[in-house]
């Protein structure tokens, strides 16, 4: 299957600071990843949509400011958290298709993020 | 509002017991339907999809879902599990409409006991 890959998978940061995660697809091109926010117990909540060599499109309450988003290649999409606090301590996954097999996700291995 | 419903949070089972997990969905539209898995430690693999056709879907690991257009329902089964099934499972829809933008379900953390 396709692989989509992540990193780094745990980071922590002090408040205030900002902090990149890399999500990347190995062996297939990407035109679109998603973002997707995971907290305890919860469900994955969608954040934004990346689309390579344009904007993202973010989902209604999530801060276009505060998680930037760049997909500069068909392979690669950062999502950076921006002047972080401890409210976005959280479990980042993005995802992506292959355009092989119609309408399935391939999901990275995550990025915990603790806001100190 | 688009929505997915698990109503099961937790369940444990002994091996070789049965399961059934319930999905319910509100969405506008035709869908497709899917189950993902998430191993401990491990990133989200899909199980199985339904996208049109036989609403009885198999997929890995033995397990199969119905999709119940009627009841807007997409019910996880496996007919006897194992102490490796134990993981969180996720339900999800996504428009056929061409867009990949899922709605994931709260998830069902199961617990196989050996």
């Known amino acids: 299957g396709a692989v989509v890959s992540q990193h780094p998978s745990w980071v922590i940061c002090k408040s205030g600071t900002s902090v990149k995660i890399e999500c990347r697809s190995l062996?297939?091109?990407?035109?679109?990843m998603f973002w997707y926010r995971q907290f305890p117990k919860q469900s994955l909540m969608l954040m934004a949509t990346?689309?390579?060599?344009?904007?993202?499109?973010?989902e209604q309450g999530v801060e276009k400011d505060k998680f930037l988003i760049n997909h500069a290649s068909l392979t690669l999409s950062t999502l950076t958290v921006t002047s972080a606090h401890p409210e976005d301590s959280s479990f980042y996954i993005c995802?992506?298709?292959?355009?092989?097999?119609?309408?399935?996700?391939?999901f990275g291995e995550g990025s915990r993020l603790t806001v100190l | 509002a688009q929505s997915v419903s698990q109503h099961n949070h937790h369940v444990i089972l002994s091996e070789a017991a049965s399961l059934e997990l319930g999905c319910n969905y509100s969405?506008?539209?035709?869908?497709?339907l899917f189950w993902y898995v998430q191993y401990p430690g491990q990133h989200l693999q899909l199980l199985l999809k339904?996208?049109?056709?036989?609403?009885l879907v198999k997929g890995i690991k033995g397990f199969e879902a119905e999709f119940i257009k009627s009841k807007f329902s997409f019910n996880l089964r496996k007919p006897s599990v194992q102490w490796s099934d134990t993981a969180e499972y996720f339900c999800?829809?996504?428009?056929?409409?061409?867009?990949?933008?899922?709605?994931f379900g709260t998830g069902t953390r199961l617990k196989v006991l050996a």
């Open positions: 995802s992506a298709s292959s355009g092989r097999r119609a309408g399935e996700l391939f």
């Open positions: 062996d297939f091109q990407a035109t679109t």
């Open positions: 990346s689309n390579e060599g344009s904007k993202a499109t973010y």
């Open positions: 969405y506008g539209g035709t869908v497709n």
């Open positions: 339904y996208f049109s056709g036989d609403p």
């Open positions: 999800a829809v996504n428009s056929t409409s061409g867009t990949y933008k899922y709605i």
